[in-house]
């Protein structure tokens, strides 16, 4: 039986998100209802295409993910119902799709027409778009009975990584700040080792830190593990779980993580030279 996952910038304090589990529960009470967050930045697609990205496929194939982020009603803008990666993904057509799957075609795309008859006015999308669609493939629907089939999808780019031949240099950015204050890159391991094939000497430079060295994991840091308080606090750059450089403080937090220690937010410069 299918999942539903909720992924939101309405947080947790007002009526919103139990409006939407309430919704869900109303259709059928047993559906499994999953929240990935909703303590997403007001509007921050971004962030929530990495979250999410990084999230669903952990999920069985064939769960629907509703994507309730800058999810305003608006007559000009379609919502939309795409099936990426063997799952569906209910949204505004805001660019979100293409910032998650900026390297995954989408099997299919369609407007959802739920709400197209000219005197339908719709003020909460979550409830009166999102949660119908998603309980009429949850019960097997067609999405084509609920939607019309489309080609293009609002486009808004993943920032990239790019090589600079003539400095080799990797210049990257900062593409999000987890919970923990690391800050996390949009350099991928796999465009990293590209370049570190050719030429094994790198550093890797951020603000007026350079480093040469990049580690496996987090506790790397430590040498001595009968003193591992004393490595608290130090720095270091690893690939994180989903492959990403990250730069980050071992033991730190949202208050004294990487962001915080080295003033770095999101679209700050990252460079890895190569000798």
Not at 135 to 164: Q, T, W
């Amino acid at each position: 039986m299918a999942v539903i996952t909720l992924t939101s910038d309405y947080g947790l304090v007002d009526h919103r998100v139990p409006s939407i589990k309430g919704k869900i529960l109303s259709w059928s009470e047993e559906v499994k209802v999953v929240d990935i967050t909703h303590n997403i930045t007001a509007y921050n697609l971004l962030q929530t295409a990495y979250i999410v990205r990084n999230a669903y496929k952990f999920f069985p194939e064939g769960s629907i993910h509703i994507v309730a982020v800058d999810s305003f009603y608006h007559k000009n803008r379609k919502n939309i119902l795409a099936k990426i990666d063997g799952h569906y993904f209910i949204c505004a057509d805001n660019g979100i799709t293409n910032l998650m799957f900026f390297d995954i075609k989408p099997e299919s795309i369609y407007e959802i027409t739920l709400n197209n008859r000219f005197d339908d006015k719709v003020i909460f999308p979550a409830t009166e778009i999102f949660v119908p669609a998603a309980m009429h493939l949850y019960k097997g629907g067609l999405p084509e009975v609920i939607g019309r089939k489309i080609k293009s999808i609002k486009d808004v780019s993943f920032p990239r990584a790019i090589y600079n031949e003539n400095e080799k240099m990797i210049v990257g950015e900062v593409m999000y700040v987890d919970n923990f204050g690391n800050v996390v890159s949009n350099i991928s391991r796999k465009f990293f080792d590209k370049y570190a094939s050719v030429s094994e000497k790198y550093t890797v430079k951020f603000r007026n830190i350079v480093v040469s060295k990049i580690s496996d994991q987090y506790t790397d840091i430590v040498t001595d593990w009968e003193r591992e308080p004393e490595s608290h606090g130090k720095s270091s750059v690893i690939f994180n779980d989903t492959d990403l450089l990250e730069i980050t403080i071992y033991k730190g937090s949202v208050l004294n993580g990487a962001s915080t220690l080295f003033g770095m937010s999101t679209g700050e410069k990252i460079y890895v030279e190569f000798e």
